[in-house]
């Protein structure tokens, strides 16, 4: 597995005179660079999100580079932002389900990017760069380069002493010049990889099962048959501490509200997203090298295995968060050798662990409990869908391609 990451360094300027003119400089590259980008989605949406970036570019090519004096390079890695934001904006919305109900009958299908109302619209001024052509290191990795509309501008910049740009083994690729809002200073993103070898089913050293959920955000069980829970009630409590804000924004509705607003949203997206770091960290680094993460496969679940799972609050959680936590699980656990597995999560929360009989009453909500009526067992509610999901992995792992548990055959 490839991992990619993003390394950052803050562009530093000998003098107060050249900091403004490359300030200047980089403003009006990113500002032409967004707007561009905005054009281009525009004229994509309009015509039903198809065609590659070569057809792009062969019918607004020149209308780029004229309209907004991109240099080449740039003109053409903006059909590439723009396709890549499309991409992501589907795999985002591959990942929400739509229940319906037909005469009674539900079913279900995935959103894709059909169901887009509007064009994405660029808005932060940022603007990608390739390597070589865009952006390179120079005097020996003491100095970068970047180029902007008019002249490249060549600058110091500073970075985490450890950085993975200096180890010959991750390869430099592209980067994005990026304002940050919070120092008021210019950075690079400069993305690093690295191949990481797949890990065959055989060479699995353990196999520990995470279930997802809200009151407790992961519960992990492991080969020593432990049951490990990390708790939901800080983020839930500041999740709705947001929610609260929001909607009192929402409500005023002047055009300082809807400054607040866009603030506030940025910021509870990077919580979320250092909560995800956070525990796929966790996760992983407990873990011997060569450990197999199983999580259940979220992204195409049925209706009705939602009303099971998800009742309250559990589905606002469940799309976007889960996804992005199991990205980050899969890269960290791919540099230390291991892996994750998706599976069905069909009957993960209402099998006895003990004895394998599948009851769906068997579960207490209330009391996060579950009772095995036919051996007698007591479980944590989360705990079962762990250890389930575990079991998928050790059949997987035996060499069961589709690992899923089913009301005909069940017991191990
Ligand atoms: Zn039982």
């Given at each position: 597995m490839d991992v990619t990451l993003t390394e950052q360094i803050k562009l530093t300027f000998p003098s107060d005179g050249q900091r403004k003119a490359a300030e200047q400089a980089f403003s009006a590259v990113t500002k032409r660079y967004a707007e561009a980008c905005t054009y281009v989605s525009c004229y994509y949406f309009e015509h039903?999100?198809?065609?590659?970036a070569i057809d792009l570019h062969k019918v607004l090519y020149t209308d780029v580079r004229a309209s907004y004096g991109l240099k080449s390079q740039m003109a053409i890695s903006v059909f590439k932002t723009v396709l890549a934001r499309y991409k992501t904006v589907g795999e985002l919305m591959k990942q929400e389900t739509v229940a319906y109900a037909v005469d009674g009958r539900h079913d279900t299908f995935r959103k894709s990017?059909?169901?887009?109302?509007k064009p994405v619209v660029f808005r932060r001024p940022q603007a990608d760069l390739v390597r070589g052509r865009d952006w390179g290191f120079t005097a020996g990795m003491e100095m970068v380069s970047v180029n902007t509309l008019g002249k490249r501008i060549k600058c110091t910049y500073q970075c985490r002493?450890?950085?993975?740009?200096?180890?010959?083994a991750w390869k430099h690729g592209g980067a994005k010049l990026v304002f940050h809002d919070t120092d008021r200073n210019w950075y690079l993103h400069i993305s690093v990889t690295k191949a990481f070898p797949d890990t065959g089913r055989s060479r699995i050293t353990e196999i520990y099962g995470h279930d997802r959920g809200l009151v407790n955000l992961v519960t992990s069980c492991g080969d020593n048959g432990e049951t490990v829970f990390q708790d939901g009630q800080g983020v839930r409590r500041i999740k709705e501490r947001y929610a609260r804000t929001r909607a009192s924004l929402q409500a005023k509705g002047t055009k300082g509200a809807r400054q607040v607003l866009k603030r506030i949203s940025g910021r509870e997206n990077r919580m979320m997203s250092d909560v995800d770091h956070c525990i796929s960290k966790t996760l992983v680094s407990g873990c011997r090298a060569g450990a197999l993460h199983v999580f259940e496969d979220?992204?195409?679940?049925s209706f009705q295995n939602l009303e099971d799972r998800n009742a309250s609050g559990r589905y606002e959680l469940r799309s976007w968060t889960f996804y992005s936590m199991e990205m980050k699980t899969a890269y960290k656990a791919a540099m230390r050798r291991g892996a994750i597995l998706k599976v069905n999560p069909q009957y993960t929360s209402q099998k006895c662990p003990g004895c394998g009989a599948i009851d769906k009453t068997a579960r207490d909500r209330s009391q996060h409990r579950y009772t095995c009526k036919h051996c007698g067992r007591v479980y944590n509610d989360d705990e079962v869908a762990a250890k389930n999901l575990r079991q998928l992995g050790i059949w997987y792992v035996s060499g069961v391609d589709n690992p899923h548990f089913s009301k005909k055959v069940s017991g191990y």
């Open positions: 039903n999100c198809t065609g590659s990017l059909d169901w887009l109302q002493p450890d950085s993975r740009l200096f180890d010959p979220l992204s195409g679940v």
